[in-house]
């Protein structure tokens, strides 16, 4: 393609070859390169008028990408602070309600265990700082609900404890149960003649028949009197004591834990007393009680109402 | 330079002159358009390279920081997320150890895959939609029938006026929540024994010092003070007239003395945990001629019919109660 170019020389009338100089070379490529430049120049111009510094936009992409991923982790932390909320307030409403505590304010939930420096202390950007004030919440919550639920844990097992405690059954067993004498307070006495306090229930039933300890507790006394035969007393704790009298034999020794339910000892007719049956009190604090408080919810209103009749029919008590 | 130039032609075997070529021409532009724009390029890129525009300076710094941040923030909220399901299975297990029971409505649930459900079967979420819809239209329909019929034919005669005014119609404590209901009546566990027996009420749970106020107008029947750690405790019951009678049980104090008339809603004493109770709450007991009712029946007044039907299953639910 590159062919020979000519040019006539009118001098010689001949055609003569064109031979560019390297000089001529030279200032041609720098024309070309100036001119390209300069076109350069103008569209870079042309550009920067028009669009905004490609890093810029390069950064403004990025930014928003991650600005859309801070909204939602945004959500999430907005989501677990209102799960939290939610357990919160179940523990002030509902937990410390029932077992009888104070429910913690939002500033004492807030505010934390203290002590810790703050993560979002010199953070420009509002954005970043309010996350980490709010993650830092949502932990400080998080630590004092995880210590508030631990308390009430212990509460309850503390409480569920005093519960099992109290004396809530029958000690004699209904298929066993011949009669109740509900009577309770002053009569007279069978044996002895005179009119003095009848401190228990007696429930009547035939000798060998099953006693059960009425709730959790620890036997204080195990041994033989004269007037109550063989005897127990348990310890339930919180000032409340049952004894239990008139046994064949007791199969439970002084300091032994019981449980509710368990067998202490068997139906007699040991210590002042006209026939087999049991002898039941319930003591608080050093007064006697009624035991039928200590287990009337066992039975419906109608079958307590029977067992009111068939206790005031009882003149005479077996003790 | 302006000078003709002529090119040799060896078929021809004459110089012939060059003519005016457009493919020269367009070829020369194209090298500097070309030349150009590799200048332009390469200003553009020295430019990106050499200038740092204040905005971008800026926007880069935010989005080091966002990112940076992010991660750690991140890893925040993956712990704080791990010790919240903790703390719910703490509450869960809490609540089944307070109630003998399960939790009905667990704290806080993860919508996200409720929504995931909800959109993997859109077609059949969408036929249950419309049935549910259906259903509802027709609901709607014989509820509107049953009104009409029960319009037409349910007078309130001056007769009736007595046993209306003698119903008890309130929840019997100042500022009542749904969720303050945690016993119900029926058999329930004994939280003593832990053995089922008959609750004859209902446990309203709230804090010491509440008002517990009369639900309709009547005649105080019996105050009584126990300090006795069974039974009632410290109680009110209210006669009411038409054979209505009311109980509130193991009150800290009694506000109204044996006799007082009282108006409905008055307050007549507060909640303790007084007798065989466990918990500071109200045992709240309706008696209609000698036979205890379900007292959730009577929680007529300021309770929607969907706030009714939570309450009807909160108090159904076969759990301990507080005695």
Known sequence: MNRMRYIYNAETCKYEPVIVSPKDAARRLVRFIGISFVLGVAALLYFNSRYPHIDETFQTQINKGLKAEWDVLNKQLDRTSAQLSALEHNDDHNYRVILDLEPLDQSQREAGVGGRAKASEGIYYPM??????????????????????????????????????????????????????????????????????????????????????TGDGSVAIAQY????????FIDHGSGLQTRYGHMTKFI??????????????????????????LHYEVLHNGTYLNPINFFQRDLNNKEYEKLIEIGSQSVISLD | MALTKFYYNPKTLRYERARFSVVRIAMGIVGYLVFGFVFFAALLFLQNLIIETPKEKQLRAENRALSEHKVILSALLT???????????KDLSLYQQLFETAAANTTGQVFPEREEILLSDKAEFNESVSQLGNRFTELIHSAQSGNNFFSLNARVGRKDMPELIATPSIAPIQNFELEKLVSGFGVRINPFHKGKYQHDGVDIAAPRGTHVLATAPGRVLITKKSDLIAGYGNYIEIDHGNGYITRYAHLEEIEVRTGQKLE?????????????????????????????????????????????????????KQNQSLD
């Open chain 2, 79 to 89: 712990e704080s997320n791990h010790q919240l399901t903790d703390l719910k299975k």
């Open chain 1, 128 to 213: 970043v700082r309010q996350a980490y004030e709010q993650a830092e919440k949502l932990k400080n919550r998080l630590e004092i609900e995880a210590q508030s639920l631990q308390q009430l844990q212990d509460e309850l097992a503390r409480k569920e404890k005093i519960w099992a405690s109290r004396p809530a059954i029958q000690p004699v067993s209904n298929k066993d149960l011949k009669q109740l004498h509900t009577l309770f307070g002053l009569r007279m006495h069978p044996l002895l003649g005179y009119v003095r306090p009848h401190n228990g229930l007696d429930f009547t039933a035939p000798q060998g028949a099953p006693i059960y300890a």
């Open chain 1, 252 to 277: 439970v020794y002084a300091g032994e834990k019981v449980k509710r339910g368990q067998v202490i000892g068997y139906v007699g007719n040991t210590g002042t007393s006209v026939g087999p049956h």
């Open chain 2, 264 to 316: 409905k809603g008055q307050p007549i004493g507060t909640i303790g945990s007084t007798g065989g109770s466990i918990a500071p709450h109200l045992h709240y007991e309706v008696i209609k001629n000698g036979v205890s009712l379900d007292p959730v029946k009577f929680f007529m007044e300021g309770i929607s019919a969907n706030q009714y039907e939570v309450l009807l299953s909160q108090s159904k």
């Open chain 1, 225 to 232: 009197s004269e007037t109550l035969g063989n005897m127990v």
